[in-house]
């Protein structure tokens, strides 16, 4: 092989390491981005679920403690009102999850907006007996409290599962 040929060859090896090393290198930057983009959706769905499920619990305390103390009929009214108004944002932002996924923390979501429908039904219940009775009723303040035990344990489950999605590399 005369020394022409050998330097054409060696410049022809390196033109493709260097085309090869370019697409590498551009392929890895835009799976990263990708990733990041994905686990920056990710965090903000999961974000907007968890503040909607504790707006939710925030106003079911408030109900709960209303009807441990004296109150009237107007209060009680007024803070379920409060309530059903933070019930439909818990709604809204799953979607997203169930959207961003994964599995794991999507079926969380769902389950979690499902036991928050149910809490509500007792709670309105629990409220207009309230209201029409002038006095709480235990069993259904009972029934309220142990829903709303099963939101805060699927709430510590979906935060737990949001981590582990959010700290995995796999997208």
């Given at each position: 092989?005369?020394?022409?040929?050998?330097?054409?060859?060696?410049?022809?090896?390196?033109?493709?390491?260097?085309?090869?090393?370019?697409?590498?290198?551009?392929?890895?930057?835009?799976?990263?981005?990708?990733?990041?983009?994905?686990?920056?959706?990710?965090?903000?769905?999961?974000?907007?679920?968890?503040?909607?499920?504790?707006?939710?619990?925030?106003?079911?305390?408030?109900?709960?403690?209303?009807?441990?103390?004296?109150?009237?009929?107007?209060?009680?009214?007024?803070?379920?009102a409060q309530l059903q108004a933070r019930s439909p944002a818990v709604v809204a932002a799953s979607p997203a999850v169930v959207v961003?996924?994964?599995?794991?923390?999507?079926?969380?979501?769902?389950?979690?907006?499902?036991?928050?429908?149910?809490?509500?039904?007792?709670?309105?219940?629990?409220?207009?007996?309230?209201?029409?009775?002038?006095?709480?009723?235990?069993?259904?303040?009972?029934?309220?409290?142990?829903?709303?035990?099963?939101?805060?344990?699927?709430?510590?489950?979906?935060?737990?599962?949001?981590?582990?999605?959010?700290?995995?590399?796999?997208?």
């Amino acid at each position: 092989m005369d020394s022409g040929f050998a330097a054409l060859w060696g410049a022809g090896i390196g033109v493709v390491g260097t085309l090869a090393a370019t697409w590498l290198s551009g392929w890895s930057a835009v799976r990263g981005q990708h990733g990041h983009w994905r686990r920056e959706g990710r965090k903000e769905a999961y974000s907007a679920f968890i503040a909607a499920v504790t707006a939710f619990r925030e106003a079911a305390d408030s109900l709960l403690s209303l009807m441990d103390d004296k109150h009237t009929r107007d209060d009680v009214a007024q803070t379920l009102a409060q309530l059903q108004a933070r019930s439909p944002a818990v709604v809204a932002a799953s979607p997203a999850v169930v959207v961003e996924g994964p599995e794991n923390v999507a079926t969380l979501a769902r389950s979690m907006t499902k036991a928050i429908g149910k809490a509500m039904a007792d709670l309105e219940f629990y409220a207009t007996a309230t209201r029409r009775f002038g006095r709480p009723a235990q069993f259904e303040a009972d029934r309220a409290r142990e829903r709303l035990v099963a939101v805060d344990e699927d709430l510590n489950k979906f935060a737990e599962e949001a981590r582990i999605s959010l700290d995995s590399r796999k997208i």
